[in-house]
T-cell receptor, first 116, second 112 residues
Framework: IAGITQAPTSQILAAGRRMTLRCTQD?????MYWYRQDLGLGLRLIHY???????GKGEVPDGYSVSRANTDDFPLTLASAVPSQTSVYFC???????????????FGPGTRLTVL | QKEVEQNSGPLSVPEGAIASLNCTYS??????FFWYRQYSGKSPELIMS????GDKEDGRFTAQLNKASQYVSLLIRDSQPSDSATYLC????????????FGSGTRLSIRP
């Protein structure tokens, strides 16, 4: 089934540990995104990539890094996790790069991360 | 002022009635508008996109866009219990470097 997969589904992590959230899409979409969703704050963009080999910062990039080595994969790394990074993380993709008019984004199932 | 504002709800609507969800945005030159449905514990699901003034209908859903008044709405006709979810309004705003900005969502509850 075409779509976006994320792993792990959930994770409990000790503060200070390094963690990589995985995201893979099989729709050959050009652009991919990472969001975090917190109660009362909605979805906030962390990082994005308009095409393989390029990345950009979103609204809340501090403490996170991304890479886009190929079209399908867009991992998100927390170098040294802190409790404020406890959240639900969603990966999304769109056929066109961000900024294009018809830029419908489709979301993966999410990763629930708890940092203690 | 938030860039995209929605009433958090909950909005309670009887089954079979029309549910009306509203969203206002601050960037006058915004061009793309989206409605997502999110069930509890699940990911957002795109249900409507609209790019020009007026109405766009898809089944029981109608999106309405009024750029002059800077609002976009979603109407759900013949509301069903399965429509109970949080509805997220999203706007592509040039003030945010053409990234999509999401509202915090309106929780809709359809009562039998």
């Amino acid at each position: 089934i075409a779509g976006i997969t994320q792993a792990p589904t959930s994770q409990i992590l000790a503060a200070g540990r390094r963690m990589t959230l995985r995201c893979t899409q099989d729709m050959r979409h050009n652009a991919m995104y990472w969001y975090r969703q917190d109660l009362g704050l909605g979805l906030r963009l962390i990082h994005y990539s308009n095409t393989a080999g390029t990345t950009g910062k979103g609204e809340v990039p501090d403490g996170y890094s991304v890479s886009r080595a190929n079209t399908d994969d867009f991992p998100l790394t927390l170098a040294s996790a802190v409790p404020s990074q406890t959240s639900v993380y969603f990966c999304a993709s769109s056929e066109r790069a961000s900024g294009f008019l018809y830029n419908e984004q489709f979301f993966g199932p999410g990763t629930r991360l708890t940092v203690l | 002022q938030k860039e995209v504002e929605q009433n958090s709800g909950p909005l309670s609507v009887p089954e079979g009635a029309i549910a009306s969800l509203n969203c206002t945005y601050s960037d006058r030159v915004s061009q793309s508008f989206f409605w997502y449905r999110q069930y509890s514990g699940k990911s957002p699901e795109l249900i409507m996109s609209i790019y020009s003034n007026g109405d766009k209908e898809d089944g029981r859903f109608t999106a309405q866009l009024n750029k002059a008044s800077q609002y976009v709405s979603l109407l759900i006709r013949d509301s069903q219990p399965s429509d109970s979810a949080t509805y997220l309004c999203a706007v592509m705003s040039t003030s945010s470097a053409s990234k999509i900005i999401f509202g915090s969502g309106t929780r809709l509850s359809i009562r039998p």
